[in-house]
């Protein structure tokens, strides 16, 4: 009874407020219209319909860069959906501006305080008690970095993360004039190579991650040469010179682009993918829907990173793992 009654009461002071501040806003509007506050009266509005309807609302701490805050999304969407719950996000996110699609709430960052919060510490497990959550507006704290978060939805995530007309026609354009660059036949296999070193040089030995050698991914591109006639790998780094002076080849080309997002719709375009290290690579092969090749020596044993992390929870079992 006593859960009822404080449910009831966050209900309440939500209505209020939502309510509050939309009377604020028809106040102030005739002092300053502009097309930010047409859609804060929006969002506020709809907030207020499902309120009234004792709706309850699933949202989360959006952080790290875009292979992070896509396994956030796309695990609090799944989540909600399986506890009946709302799924909340604010339209500022730079999730929303890639993906403009996005059908989760948007609700101003101020209506979400006050929720509860539910923190799990490890990034890259599965916490299946997260699939029976209480009937409490709710705050996830965590990565929530693993697809089974989000099996049985993935038609949904797909069209959830379907790219903005800019970075598509930025993308198709990068990749085709890559392309052109080798000789090839429009019907060979492309293969994408995601190539990340960058930070993870600065933190691996701390975190005892592994970085994939050259041997690795010379052995990711055999696979597909050996299975398919003269595939072509497209290569996209951010250390375009250890990719030359390691896995340069007739049958490669190397795409670097200045917008992490072009990247990541290019690798989303390739037949299949190999995979390196993060979570930015392990999207571009989710989405891209082909075979995916990754390294299986994630982690030195015994390190913080084996520590947060399970092999099964992170990559599906249809991806082929090989040293």
């Not at 004039?177 to 296999?189: D, P």
């Not at 701390?206 to 597909?224: E, K, N």
């Not at 200045?258 to 190999?274: N, R």
Request: contains cysteine.
């Amino acid at each position: 009874m006593r859960a009822t009654r404080e449910t009831g009461g966050v209900r309440l002071v939500l209505l209020i407020y939502v309510a509050g501040m939309m009377i604020l806003l028809a106040i102030t509007r005739p002092l300053q219209v502009n097309h930010d506050a047409d859609y804060r009266n929006s969002e506020l509005k709809t907030m207020r319909q499902l309120i009234s309807t004792n709706s309850t609302f699933l949202t989360a701490n959006f952080k790290g860069r875009i292979g992070n805050q896509m396994f956030i999304y796309a695990s609090m969407y799944a989540i909600a959906k399986k506890n009946n719950m709302v799924p909340v996000t604010n339209r500022q996110s730079a999730l929303w501006q890639l993906f403009p699609g996005i059908h989760a709430v948007s609700a101003p960052k101020h209506v979400l305080k006050g929720f509860r919060k539910i923190t799990r510490k490890l990034c890259c497990r599965f916490y299946d008690d997260l699939h029976n959550l209480s009937k409490e507006n709710t705050i996830m704290d965590s990565y929530l970095q693993s697809f089974k978060y989000f099996e049985g939805y993935e038609r949904e995530i797909r069209d959830e993360f379907k790219f903005n007309q800019r970075t598509v026609e930025r993308g198709s354009a990068v990749l085709a004039k890559a392309l052109e660059t080798i000789q090839q036949n429009k019907n060979n296999t492309s293969v994408c190579v995601h190539v990340r070193r960058g930070d993870y040089i600065e933190v691996h030995h701390v975190t005892g991650q592994i970085l994939p050698s050259a041997h690795y991914v010379r052995r990711a591109m055999d696979y597909f040469r050996h299975k398919y006639n003269l595939p072509v790998f497209v290569v996209v780094t951010e250390d375009v010179t250890w990719s030359r002076e390691n896995i340069d080849s007739n049958d490669v080309i190397f795409v670097a682009s200045p917008e992490p997002e072009v990247d990541l719709f290019i690798l989303t375009q390739c037949d299949h993918v190999v995979l390196t290290m993060g979570t930015f690579g392990w999207w571009g092969g989710w989405l891209g829907g082909g075979e995916v090749v990754y390294n299986k020596n994630v982690a030195w044993p015994g390190s913080l990173y084996d520590q947060w992390y399970k092999k099964d929870d992170f990559f599906p079992p249809s991806w082929i793992g090989i040293e």
